[in-house]
């Protein structure tokens, strides 16, 4: 288990149950803490370990039990399915190269079958083939695959209770797992935001009854800040997209804003798991397109007004519009969807090269954002940046050549964005 860090809409967690009975055999999750996962810091750390015990205890309710485990993940769990004599490991997907090399490494040291299942979509990536251009190529492909999707599948409870021997060694899901860790501290913890499933859950359903209805008008606009705020527990596997998109699906909301979010929840964020799984370049220019490529370099040497360096992190530029949506993600480990096109943009302006404005864009959005490190994360700023998704957007202008363009004065009357700056000013 790691990706999915959840007890309901867990495919992975299914097969291993319906296995497990059909074999008469206890099933045991297994979840590695990683000393070292790159661009993780003390931020997403403390948010996923103050997770684990209410995933253990969701867990408990399905009759499986949690054992935690600090060290090089395939190394663990192929030690683990040793000592237990599993006959089966099933593990949860994830295209990220780091955990897809863990897999890899894995399925080099069991001696028994390791299944994969994709559990963190609702379209299963693999039946898509190949990484789709844009949205519109991959909506229509995701559409004919809804209904079975999306269709409910049932939560078996595992039969055979497991007892863990005494020599099984696991640690504590507590507070204490981050003891066992040198962490980088220089982005805080998110105070106010409580995690785990359960709170995911009430999440979603305070969304449904105070947030969907007016979505679809409302949500380019950061100063009322209708959105879900779902990203850090469908990132950290604490919600299931699955059901999600059952639960918007069903609301008691007007259709628009239900379409609306499902564009959002389903096939934007599919296509940057596509994008993500099938582009190993995901998070360098040279995974954008070969237009967006050619017309950045055309343009490299263009006159920049501003060059930014360590002010950027500090939000100390001339443009208050940017320093609002930077302290934003400092303070709250989140960056309302539309300013966050802004803000990847104007890195773009004001630093040296796309290529460095790629690379300090990534370094911020994994160092602050609690869904850093996400598919989501690549593609936003793989779109803003590199014109990935996108088409070119002619006339060519100094910097950006034909990629889309944000200005502070049109970006800025879209939406009450003296409200947003005032709200996120210098404190």
Not at 31 to 51: C, E, I, Q, T, W
Not at 144 to 164: F, G, I, K, N
Not at 232 to 244: A, C, D, S
Request: glycine share 8%.
């Amino acid at each position: 288990m790691q990706r999915a860090q959840r007890a309901s809409d867990n495919a992975a967690l299914d097969a291993a149950v319906v296995v497990g009975n059909a074999l008469h055999r206890p099933v045991v999750a297994c979840f590695v803490l990683v000393p070292s996962y790159p661009a993780a810091n003390l931020r997403h750390y403390r948010f996923m370990v103050d997770g684990l015990a209410d995933v253990a205890r969701c867990l408990s309710r399905r009759g499986v039990s949690l054992i935690v485990r600090h060290g090089e993940a395939a190394w663990e769990v192929a030690a683990l399915a040793s000592e237990v004599g599993a006959a089966l490991v099933v593990g949860d997907e994830n295209p990220l190269r780091e955990p897809e090399h863990w897999r890899r490494r894995l399925a080099e040291r069991l001696t028994v079958p390791f299944w994969s299942v994709d559990a963190d979509v609702v379209v299963p990536t693999g039946l898509l083939g190949k990484e789709q251009y844009a949205a519109r190529t991959i909506r229509p492909r995701l559409h004919r695959q809804l209904q079975w999707c999306l269709a409910p599948t049932p939560e078996p409870r595992a039969r055979v209770e497991w007892r863990r021997p005494r020599a099984v060694r696991g640690l504590d899901p507590g507070p204490g797992l981050l003891d066992h860790l040198d962490l980088d501290r220089r982005a805080a913890p998110v105070q106010g935001l409580v995690p785990g499933p359960t709170a995911a859950r009430r999440r979603l359903r305070t969304f449904i009854r105070a947030g969907l209805a007016g979505y679809a008008a409302g949500r380019n606009h950061p100063e009322i800040d209708l959105t879900s705020r779902l990203s850090p527990y469908l990132h950290f596997g604490h919600l299931g997209p699955r059901e999600v998109a059952r639960a918007v699906g069903e609301a008691d909301a007007p259709a628009a804003d239900r379409s609306a979010f499902l564009e959002q929840v389903v096939v934007r964020r599919e296509l940057a798991v596509n994008f993500v799984r099938f582009n190993p370049r995901y998070d360098s220019l040279e995974g954008c397109e070969r237009w967006a490529i050619g017309t950045l370099r055309r343009h490299q040497d263009d006159i920049r007004e501003w060059n930014y360096g360590e002010q950027l992190e500090a939000a100390d530029t001339h443009d208050p519009l940017w320093n609002a949506a930077q302290r934003q993600l400092m303070a709250t480990g989140w960056m309302h969807g539309y300013v966050r096109m802004y803000w990847a943009k104007k890195i773009l302006e004001w630093t040296g090269s796309p290529e460095e404005a790629f690379a300090v864009a990534i370094a911020l959005n994994d160092r602050y954002e609690l869904d850093g490190r996400d598919p989501n994360g690549y593609a936003g700023i793989a779109w803003a940046i590199g014109g990935k998704h996108d088409r070119p957007w002619p006339p060519a202008r100094p910097i950006f050549g034909n990629i889309r363009y944000m200005s502070f004065g049109s970006t800025s009357r879209k939406f009450d964005s003296r409200a947003y700056i005032d709200r996120w000013a210098r404190r």
